[in-house]
């Protein structure tokens, strides 16, 4: 962090607001063509590939990305992600009009849907690593919680957006706005003044560096169990989180009502945790953050599995919020200050591959699980996993040694 750099606080926020113009757009399109595909085909195989091609793709970037932002510039990756996408999403507007197949319409959106995870998994390891280049190291923790709140909110309104757009325009003008709110997002962006990076040595290749990397972040006895820490969390968040709805219809009814209330109650959560994370700033250790955020989410997961009032569950569904933008948080939060610099690119690399890799495994497996099994069980089991998780990160005097250390 450039000392001389007085005006840092308007600096972070122009960033963090041009992130938050272009995921708005980002989170419009990609609702909106979930939806267009499932009113379209009505067909579980059509949703299925195209969950498939928002994630996979992004995984397998992730670790090349992650070289990237600390071999190149992160503001132009940045722009330059955001540039591809736009300009996919605008070929594709152009060229819906002339397409009569219906199949056809799909399979471009499909390509289309490949490309802007590519481009995703390309700018999210430069956003997080561009984060303590801006901002003090003792102000991160709660700079992440006000990006936080912002994303929350952001991703809220979307779906209403897309929602709304949808029942009174055709698809072609809901993907326009995303191009338009890319070029807002680089003009904004284009005005930052990010201090300059400790760029790495090109000579050698990409998987030589991205082999540096994951040894880097392997031989870390703090960073490592991190990242394998957050997989887990991921991973076992996903029955009483992404499979929530499914819950829902099954044991209160199935409504709209009940379901619309659902997503508000764990987006109002988040939000509130993003300001909770940045009035507060969590614990003096991050490793404390974590850990306590882990033990909510696994002990609200439990208590929302055996709530029989629904009153209850969205209650406890809005603290459940709270609880999972603590962890993310306090993990995003602790590589920015614990890794080395000019290897937080590939560090956050591998973070975003924990995230887009564990989450779909945690839908293959939690989801048949969930025909043969009471997913109230299985949300007791998860939790009880969780707590467990938890007690680990607690009590390893490795992890909380180091992390004192390195402070």
Excluded at 79 to 102: E, N
Excluded at 288 to 309: E, N, R, Y
Excluded at 361 to 369: H, L, S, Y
Aim: proline letters at 2%.
């Amino acid at each position: 962090m450039d000392e001389k750099q007085t005006n840092w606080k308007s600096q972070a926020m122009l960033f963090l607001i041009s992130q938050c113009i272009t995921l708005f757009g980002s989170t419009l399109v990609q609702m909106a063509i979930v939806w267009y595909v499932t009113i379209q085909t009505s067909s579980g195989v059509w949703v299925a590939a195209f969950t498939v091609c928002s994630y996979l793709p992004q995984f397998l970037i992730s670790f090349v990305a992650g070289v990237w932002a600390d071999r190149h510039s992160r503001k132009k990756l940045i722009i330059g992600a955001d540039s591809l996408i736009a300009l996919v999403t605008f070929l594709m507007v152009l060229a819906i009009p002339h397409i009569t197949d219906k199949t056809v319409v799909l399979g471009g959106l499909l390509v289309m849907s490949v490309i802007r995870s590519f481009g995703a998994g390309i700018q999210t390891p430069a956003v997080n690593a561009v984060i303590p280049q801006l901002v003090p190291e003792d102000q991160i923790m709660r700079f992440n919680g006000i990006n936080a709140t912002m994303q929350s909110v952001v991703q809220f309104a979307a779906p209403a957006a897309a929602g709304v757009l949808l029942t009174i325009n055709t698809l072609s003008s809901t993907l326009i706005i995303d191009t338009a709110t890319a070029i807002v997002g680089i003009g904004l962006l284009s005005a930052v003044i990010i201090p300059k990076q400790a760029i790495q040595n090109k000579e050698t290749s990409v998987f030589i560096d991205m082999k540096i990397g994951i040894k880097y972040t392997l031989s870390d006895k703090l960073i490592g169990k991190v990242l394998t820490v957050y997989g887990l969390f991921i991973f076992l968040c996903v029955p009483a989180g992404f499979l929530s709805q499914l819950f829902v219809s099954r044991v209160y009814g199935e409504t709209y009502w009940y379901l619309t209330a659902v997503e508000l109650a764990g987006f109002i959560g988040m939000v509130a945790g993003g300001i909770l994370m940045s009035i507060w700033g969590g614990f003096k250790s991050r490793v404390t953050t974590m850990s306590v955020g882990l033990i909510a989410f696994g002990s609200l997961a439990i208590g929302m599995g055996l709530s029989k009032q629904f009153a209850l569950y969205l209650t406890l569904m809005i603290i459940y919020g709270v609880a999972i933008t603590m962890v993310q948080t306090a993990t995003t939060t602790l590589i920015q200050e614990k890794a080395e610099m000019s290897m937080q690119g590939r560090v956050f690399g591998l973070l975003g591959a924990m995230y887009s890799g564990f989450l779909p495994v945690g839908m293959a497996i939690f989801g048949p699980m969930a025909d043969e099994i009471s997913l109230k069980w299985i949300m007791i089991g998860s939790g009880i996993a969780l707590i467990a998780l938890s007690i680990f990160v607690g009590t390893n005097k490795e992890m909380r040694l180091s992390y004192h250390i390195k402070n």
